[in-house]
């Protein structure tokens, strides 16, 4: 059933001021505040309605109504207003991602972080599995005499540095010379393809630097591939919720806290999401444990890929045109910071 044009109002001017206020929301609020031209009469019949057809709900210690999941999606697909961010705020992102950031992973966690601050909310971003991610080049950088870092950097800007204990010491010319093999045989392959190639047959050196390239490196090597093949989770602001009235409950704050340190279900939950902005609200999550949540996402891409998702979860009462305009900002200013620290890279 379509609501008439009256009841959309009144059930937008509810839900706006229940999540400014987390208060249940009476005729004579709606009435006061919002010039809808109707008496408060009027406005508590038509709120007996949008009670009856599921769009809202009456706590039992209040007069007042409160939205439901049915009201959010509505509000969500139809009345839903974009906040324009304002220049101010632009700049201060722009300057936090742009801000010293030169590997991939680290622009990420940042964005995380901006996310949290600016919503108030837990914040999360994805870097998924990149099986088709290729390698860029290999590095390996001494640092004593038996401990070296092996860097491995793909074409996405995932960097992943692995101390290595050595059996013996190595001159840095070998050293030298390993990286520019491995480099060599490595550029262009992707990180499964990277996983199968048998580089012993590939090298050629003296023995000794083979033997401990096989028995040190190698492994090593091989580790640090599988660890950049796997989807990496951050998340930021967990504490966040101890400010909002839906976690003063103890008990309903740690099953939240619980949920989002499954990383492992939850990093499930985001990879099967699909691309875009996604908003799902309460019973929409499949995840039993998210369903008192509302879970906003974003792709983000770089050079024109997905790699990908960034987010928020949180109560259903949720800012949801202010927070998706700040994903949306921010999905699409990774992709850019990332260009501008990459080009000054090349510059040096």
Known sequence: MDLSERKLKILQAIIAD??????????????????????????????????????????????????????????????????????????SISMQLNSNVTELENLVQRAAHVLSEITNLTAFALTPRQDHDTLKYINLLPVDEKTVVLMLVSESGKVSNTAVKLD??????????????MTYNYRGKTLSEALTFDIIKAVKSDAEAMTMFEKNIVPNFVRTLEDMLNVHLYMDGLTNIFSLPEYNDL????????????????????????????????????NEMMQDCSLISATYHVDGKMVGKIGVIGPTRMRYGEVTSVVEYLTENISKAFMITEGDDDDE
């Open 251 to 286: 008990d309903k704050a740690k099953m939240f806290l619980e949920m989002v340190n499954k990383k492992d279900d939850l990093t499930k939950t985001l990879i099967n999401r699909d691309n875009g902005v996604i908003i799902t609200i309460g019973n929409e999550n499949q």
């Open 168 to 181: 013996r010491p190595i001159s840095e010319e070998t050293l030298q010379l390993l990286a520019k093999t």
């Open 18 to 91: 229940f999540i400014r206020t987390a208060e249940p929301v009476g005729s004579r609020t709606i009435s006061k505040n919002y010039d809808l031209g109707i008496s408060p009469a009027t406005i508590r019949n038509e709120m007996s309605d949008l009670e009856e057809l599921g769009y809202l709900t009456h706590p039992h210690t209040s007069s007042g109504r409160v939205p439901s999941e049915k009201a959010y999606r509505l509000y969500v697909n139809q009345m839903m207003n974009k906040r324009e961010l304002t220049e101010e705020e632009k700049t």
